[in-house]
């Protein structure tokens, strides 16, 4: 059984299919419905969540699936029971688990003491449900390999499944991002040997203009992450000169797409006027959350 606990646990072939898959579903749903009918899937939150709470489970009752939604407080991961035991319990009664949490190692912790597939709905450091999502619509526009895709911000969950799985598909991923704030050196480098080996490129920087120049997607995120809300106020001073607004969206290709993972914090990350630009298509790639979500679970329990 497979996991889906960082976005390269699909390879190359895994990645293309499940968003080739997800492409499918989106133009003919009735083709997957009910197809895992009577299985179910375990949907844990440790923190807030409204895309990926949502989508997950209307693609759930989509295939047939029966979600249980369980929140923080009522599991108490770590705290009220020890991290194998609850793993070991919804093994028990569960086809698939899926957590949010805020510590990766309690993700791998779970799939070692679980035989159901494990699904990342977001940890401190992957988001690979979303980065599924993205390329998905990016490939609505244009094809991946060769794209050059530029996110600028913070090197956190979210840049680092995009510098993943671009590499899997061949794409060139930037990164631009305030010092102090680059994202892991370890996962960079993945990303460098993956792109080496797909004919793509990674490029990780402090000089936002020149990486965004004539990319083809220009992606940001939240500035602080959930968990570094004490961070804010400083950060929101450190990361101002890589607000995404007009002038620097003009920097990129004149048929760039704009990209952010949602929920946005208008005239910080983004401005609104790039937000809504003609050229964003942040609501598609919401909307593809849903569709990409249930490819993975087919993929999972095919
Ligand atoms: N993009 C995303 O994961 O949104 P939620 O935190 O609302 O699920
Ligand atoms: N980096 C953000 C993504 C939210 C979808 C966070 O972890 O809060």
């Known amino acids: 059984m497979t996991d889906f606990i960082s976005v390269t646990d ?75 035991d609850v793993a070991r319990v919804l093994d028990r009664y569960l086809d698939v688990l899926a957590f949010r949490v805020f510590d990766h190692s309690h993700l791998l912790e779970i799939a070692e003491h679980a035989q159901a597939p494990v699904i990342n709905l977001l940890s401190d450091l992957e988001h690979p449900c979303q980065a599924v999502a993205d390329l998905q619509t990016i490939a609505e526009h244009r094809d991946l390999p060769g794209t050059v895709l530029t996110y600028v911000g ?51 920087g402090t000089e936002v203009d020149s990486l965004v120049s004539g990319s083809d997607v220009v992606y940001t995120d939240v500035w602080a992450s959930m968990g570094q809300e004490e961070e804010a106020a400083e950060r929101a001073r450190v990361f101002a000169p890589y607000r995404v607004d007009g002038r620097l969206f003009g920097l990129a290709a004149d048929d760039a797409l704009f990209l952010h993972c949602l929920p946005a914090h208008r005239d910080e990350e983004v401005t609104h006027e790039v937000l809504e630009h003609e050229r964003s298509f942040v609501f598609d790639q919401a909307e593809n959350r849903l569709h990409a979500f249930k490819a993975v679970l087919l993929h999972l329990t095919a």
Request: aromatic residues 2%; glycine residues 12%.
């Open 154 to 204: 913070d090197g956190n969950n979210v840049a680092h499944s995009l510098l993943l799985a671009g590499a899997l598909m061949g794409m060139e991923v930037r990164v631009a991002h305030p010092d102090g704030y680059a994202p892991a050196e370890n996962v960079v480098a993945e990303a460098a040997r993956i792109a080496g080996v797909h004919g793509g490129a990674i490029e990780v």
């Open 10 to 84: 699909l390879g190359h072939e895994g990645l293309a299919s499940v968003i080739e898959l997800a492409a499918a579903v989106k133009t003919d749903p009735a083709t997957v419905a009910g197809s895992r009918n009577r299985q179910t899937v375990g949907l844990f939150f440790e923190k807030p969540s409204t895309r990926t709470r949502v989508s997950s489970e209307v693609a759930a009752v989509d295939v047939g699936m029966h979600p249980v939604v369980l929140k923080r407080d009522e599991v108490g991961l770590g705290s009220r029971e020890a991290v194998p």
